[in-house]
Structure formats: C-alpha cells, structure tokens
C-alpha cells in the first residue's frame, strides 16, 4: 500500500470508531472468535458474525494472519511490516491488524483491487519496454538481412507467441520464410506458395493495415504456415513489416490451441515490434544492395592485374591513402595493342582522395580508352582529355603519364610523355638510374596542354619506373617527418637493377610503406615496364629456376 492510502487508514483508525470507518473492519478475539464488525465488513462477508469462528467466515489467508499477529502480539508495527493481502469475493484486499489491550484484532480490509491492477499495468508495460529495447539493440546490431529475419522471428517465438514466422517479399515465384518455434533455432526455406491464399499475408506483405486475428481461422491455414510437430493453431496474428517506403515483409504470430488467444492489446504490441523489425530489414536490404552496386563500381575503378603484353613486361601496385579503403586518386592502366603495334601505359594521380577522387580517376581511364585510336599521338590525347575534364562538373585537375611500349627484337622502345607528372626512370643494366626527358602541364586546369615526347630504349633486364608522388612526398622515417624523395627513389631503385618487374614494385611498395610506418600519407601507385631477357641459363638438372643473363 502507498503511503497516502497508508496515511488515510491510520486517519481513519484514529479519528473514527471503528463501527463507522470506511473499510471493512473485523474484530476477533485471542482464540480467533469473531466479537465485533462493522457494516462494510457485513456487506463484504455476510457470514461473518459475531461468536463465530474467524477460520469459518474469513479467507483463510486472513484466519493464518490472525494467529501469527496474536503470537507477535504487540510487538507487530504496521507501519514497517509488510502488509498482508489476498482476495474476497474475486477482489484483492489489503489487511492492516489493530492489537488492542485486552488481546483481540482488529482487521481493516481495503481494497486494492485497482491498485494492484494499475501496478501490474505498469511492470507489463515496463518490460514490454525493456523488451522492445533489447529488440532494437539486437535487430540494429547487424545489417545481414538473414540475420535480421532469423532475430526478428526468433525473439517474437520467444516473448509474444509460441512459433514466429519472418516472411521477406517474394523473389519471383518464391517467399524467404524464417520459421522459429519458442525454444528453437530459427530455420530458413523457400516456399512456392501464394501468398493472398492465407488471409491478410498477401495485403502484410504489400504493407497494408493487420488483419485482426478473430478474422482469420486458424483451421485454415496452409501446411508451410505451421511448424512441424507445432500441433493445431489456436490463434494467428499476420502484421506488416513496414520498410523505408517499401514494405519490408510481414510478422507471423502463431499460438496452440491449447494457449489463450491474441488478445487486442497483443497485436498492439505486436505491431510495435514488427515496427521495429521492418526497419532493421528494409535497412539490411539497403545496404545490401548498396553493397552489391559499390562492389560492381569498385571491380571497374580498381587498378588492373599486370602481366607480359606482347613480349613487354608489366608489373603494377597501389596502395591507397587510408588503408579502410580501396581505390583512391592514383590510377594506372596497361592497353595491349595489336601485334607489332605499341601497348599504352597511363598512370595519374588525380588531385584529392578517397570515392570523388576515384571517380574522377574513372572518367579519365575511361576517356583514355576511347582516344586509343590516337594512341600514337600522345600531345593529341593529353589535349583531348584536358577538353574533356575542363567541360566536366569535376573541379579538379590531375598529373598524367602516357607510355608507347613495343617490343623490337629483344629491345623495348619506349615514347615517354609527361603531363604534369614525376620524370619516369629508368634503370639500366648496371644498376644507373636516368631521368627520362619528359616535361609537360598538368590536365584539367588550364585551356592547353604542353608536353614534350621522348623515346627511349630498353635493352633486356631493363625496366622503366613509373610512380606517383605518394612515394617521394611519403613523411616518414627516424624523426617522422622527412619526405622519402627522389634521391632516396633512385638510390633504391638502383639497387634493383637485374630484378624483374614484380620484384621491383614490390620492393619500393615495401620501402615506402615502412618508411611512413603507421603514419598518413598520400595515395602511392608505382608501375614498371620491362624489357625481358633473352637468354636463359639453366641450372644443374633443369629442374631449378636458374638465372638469367644479357
């Protein structure tokens, strides 16, 4: 009892005889006869009159209290003892003892029908709150649509019914069914059925208002609807799953015929939780079929896997700027020509990082494709391209560098052209690094493209190096801040002389990732051009790699 209901009885036990108080009030002496009632007591029990025993007229949970009051004695204190309760006449009643001098009882009964009524109101809603919380936790935990259904059917098996049934919208002539009876593990299949044959599913799945569950007869419905060994449905509730503007399925509800039946306020709360449950579906299926339209684009932007084109050997690798991520705004490309005709070689570095930079990178590498007809004449693409862009919405501009590889005898010649862009280099057979003599503007900043062309040769297990200056501007080092430079590039690179391509990108893709360490840094591309060997010496028994010689 609350205090001021409390407060009101102890009033009224102090400011009224007991004959005329406002609660039922039942007098019984030391041996639990009853001496004296009141009016409200008569009309609550109209057996209980005086000289007859307590245990006779009164509940027998009050007739127990009475003993163990007259045994306590005065030492009993309402006021911090807990109250004794149980029902009369289908009500719960609160029984507070008077211990008067002489021994006898007096029992003042207030009813506390309501407010036992509104207290289990209230722990209901309170852990039907607690449970529509963890059921958010629990759906929002994962964006995988199936463990999305396979939550969603299993806590609704659990708290709101004795089997649950997920349905997803159909997949053609298939529905994705997630079936969970209370106690089990949730089991997907795919029934070819038709929906509009079970009452209200057709209208739950293209999202519209429940069908309420005494208009659905449970008798009806179909074998896939009802778990194996579930025995007959009592009672079904179907509700939608309501999406992100599209309906995201519908909830199935089952119970035995042997449980009570859905009540109104049941599919209330049903509604509540499938409310909840239709958005963490429809946003598993957000994202992913974000996922598989990023995962297409991303297969395009990605850089190509290199390999010998027409007697020239190609080795390239990338590395973006945030190690999350896969493409940024570096870029290569290798366009194998026909035969006896030159392969083209573009890698730029698109100013920026991250998905806008990529996209930009992705228009450039798709426009050098269409200009490969023009691949002889590198001033004319670079003039092209930069049309392109400075008519594009990107306001961005990037570096470029175009290489014509053709294979002539064992000797790859080599027209250098660069935009913008770090001098390609070239190691020579005893381990000399050059600069090749290539010069140009940037792409997609001003009206005209300077360049200059230039031709170089490579005589077998000489190679060409092309990068980006995520390598030579990478930070990094002993004091964490010195640039990697080009010195530093060359001298590596010098000590590479012999190795082939893979090698050789792989070593300066090594050396600048642990010179900046854990440290940010820029996107870093790097790709390589070789001129293959000629003459192979085979080891003791042919069976081992051997070496290669010039």
Same mark, same amino acid.
């Given at each position: 009892m /609350?205090?001021t209901?409390?407060? #009101?009885v102890?009033?009224?036990?102090s400011e009224?005889?007991?004959?005329t108080?406002?609660y039922?009030?039942?007098v019984?002496?030391?041996d639990?006869t009853l001496?004296q009632?009141n009016d409200?007591?008569a009309a609550?029990?109209?057996?209980?009159?005086?000289g007859?025993p @307590?245990s006779?007229?009164?509940p027998?949970? =009050?007739?127990a209290?009475?003993g163990?009051?007259?045994?306590?004695?005065?030492?009993f204190a309402?006021?911090?003892?807990a109250p004794?309760?149980?029902?009369i006449?289908?009500?719960?009643?609160?029984?507070h003892p008077s211990?008067?001098d002489?021994g006898?009882?007096a029992w003042?009964?207030?009813?506390d029908?309501?407010?036992?009524?509104?207290?289990?109101a209230l722990?209901?809603e309170r852990?039907?709150?607690a449970?529509l919380?963890?059921?958010?936790s629990?759906?929002l935990?994962?964006l995988?649509?199936?463990?999305?259904?396979d939550?969603t059917?299993?806590m609704?098996a659990?708290? @709101?019914a004795?089997?649950?049934l997920a349905?997803?919208p159909?997949?053609?002539?298939?529905l994705?069914v997630?079936?969970c009876?209370?106690?089990?593990?949730?089991?997907l !299949?795919?029934e070819?059925? /038709?929906p /509009?044959e079970v009452?209200?599913l057709?209208?739950? %799945?293209?999202?519209?208002?429940?069908?309420?569950?005494?208009w659905?007869?449970p !008798?009806?419905a179909?074998?896939? +609807?009802v778990?194996?060994g579930?025995g007959p449905?009592?009672?079904?509730?179907?509700?939608? &799953?309501?999406?992100?503007?599209?309906?995201?399925?519908a909830?199935?509800?089952l119970r035995?015929?042997t !449980?009570?039946?859905?009540s109104?306020?049941?599919e209330?709360?049903?509604?509540?939780?499938a409310t909840?449950a239709?958005?963490?579906m429809?946003?598993?299926r957000?994202?992913a079929?974000?996922?598989?339209? #990023?995962?297409?684009?991303?297969r395009?932007?990605?850089p190509p896997?290199?390999h010998q084109?027409s007697?020239?050997d190609f080795?390239?690798?990338?590395r973006?700027s945030?190690?999350?991520e896969r493409i940024?705004?570096?870029?290569?490309?290798v366009h194998p020509?026909t035969?006896g005709?030159?392969s =083209?070689? !573009? &890698?730029?570095?698109v100013c920026?990082?991250?998905?806008?930079?990529?996209v930009l990178t992705g228009?450039?590498r798709s426009?050098l494709?269409?200009?490969?007809? +023009?691949?002889?004449d590198?001033?004319?693409?670079l003039?092209?391209l930069? #049309?392109a862009?400075l008519?594009?919405h990107?306001a961005r501009?990037a570096?470029?560098? =175009?290489?014509?590889?053709?294979?002539?005898g064992s000797?790859?010649?080599?027209?250098?052209?660069?935009?913008g862009h770090?001098?390609? %280099?070239?190691?020579r057979?005893?381990?000399?690094?050059e600069?090749?003599?290539t010069?140009?503007?940037l792409?997609?900043?001003?009206?005209?493209?300077s360049?200059?062309t230039?031709?170089?040769t490579?005589a077998?297990?000489?190679?060409?190096?092309?990068?980006t200056?995520g390598i030579t501007e990478?930070?990094g080092?002993?004091?964490?801040?010195?640039l990697f430079g080009?010195e530093?590039l060359?001298?590596? &690179?010098?000590?590479?002389?012999g190795?082939?391509?893979?090698?050789?990108?792989?070593h300066v893709?090594?050396l600048?990732?642990q010179w900046?360490?854990?440290?940010?840094h820029?996107?870093?591309?790097v790709v390589v051009?070789?001129?293959?060997?000629?003459?192979h010496?085979?080891? +003791?028994n042919?069976h081992?790699r051997?070496?290669?010689t010039?």
């Open positions: /609350d205090h209901r409390a407060q #009101t102890a009033e009224s036990k009224f005889p007991w004959g108080a406002p039922p009030v039942l019984a002496d030391v639990g001496v009632r409200a007591a609550l029990l109209p057996e209980a009159t005086p007859t @307590l006779g007229v009164a027998t949970w =009050l007739a209290a009475h163990t009051v007259h045994l306590r004695g005065r030492h309402p006021e911090t003892d004794l309760s149980g029902m006449g289908g009500r719960r009643f609160e029984a211990v008067r002489d006898a009882v003042w009964l207030v009813d029908t309501d407010h036992q009524l509104a207290r289990d722990h209901m852990e039907r709150t449970f919380a963890r059921a958010s629990a759906l935990s994962t995988n649509l199936g463990r999305c259904m939550v059917a299993q609704a659990e708290h @709101l004795d089997a649950a349905i997803a159909s997949r053609g002539h298939r994705p997630v079936t009876v209370r106690g089990g593990v949730p089991e !299949s795919h070819t059925v /038709d /509009d009452p209200g057709g209208e739950a %799945l293209r999202g519209f208002p429940p069908v309420p569950s005494r659905i007869d !008798s009806t179909p074998q896939w +609807l778990p194996e579930f449905a009592g009672s079904i509730v179907i509700t939608p &799953l309501p999406g992100h503007g599209v309906p995201a399925g909830l199935v509800l035995r015929a !449980s009570d039946s859905f109104d306020e049941e209330v709360f049903a509604r509540l939780f909840r239709g958005a963490a429809s946003a598993a957000l994202y079929e974000q996922t598989a339209i #990023t995962e297409v684009l991303m395009e932007l990605l896997t290199l084109v007697g020239v080795a390239g690798r990338y973006p945030a190690d999350h940024g705004g570096d870029f290569y490309d020509a035969e005709e030159a =083209l070689v !573009s &890698l730029g570095d920026g990082k991250g998905l806008e930079a990529a228009k450039i426009t494709h269409a200009l490969l007809p +023009l691949a002889d590198h001033q004319r693409m003039s092209l930069n #049309t862009l008519n594009s990107h501009f570096t470029l560098v =175009l290489a014509s590889a053709v294979r002539r000797e790859v010649d080599l027209n250098l052209t660069s935009a770090p001098t390609p %280099l070239i190691i057979a005893d381990g000399a690094v600069e090749a003599d010069r140009g503007t792409v997609g900043a001003i009206p005209n493209v360049t200059n230039t031709a170089v490579l077998p297990g000489e190679c060409c190096v092309l990068y200056d990478a930070k080092g002993p004091m964490g801040n010195v080009d530093r060359k001298r590596a &690179l010098s000590a590479c002389a190795m082939p391509a893979e090698g050789i990108v792989e893709q090594l600048a990732a900046v360490g854990n440290r940010r820029d996107d870093m591309a051009i070789a001129a293959p060997r000629t003459h010496l085979s080891a +003791l042919g081992t051997g070496r290669f010039g």
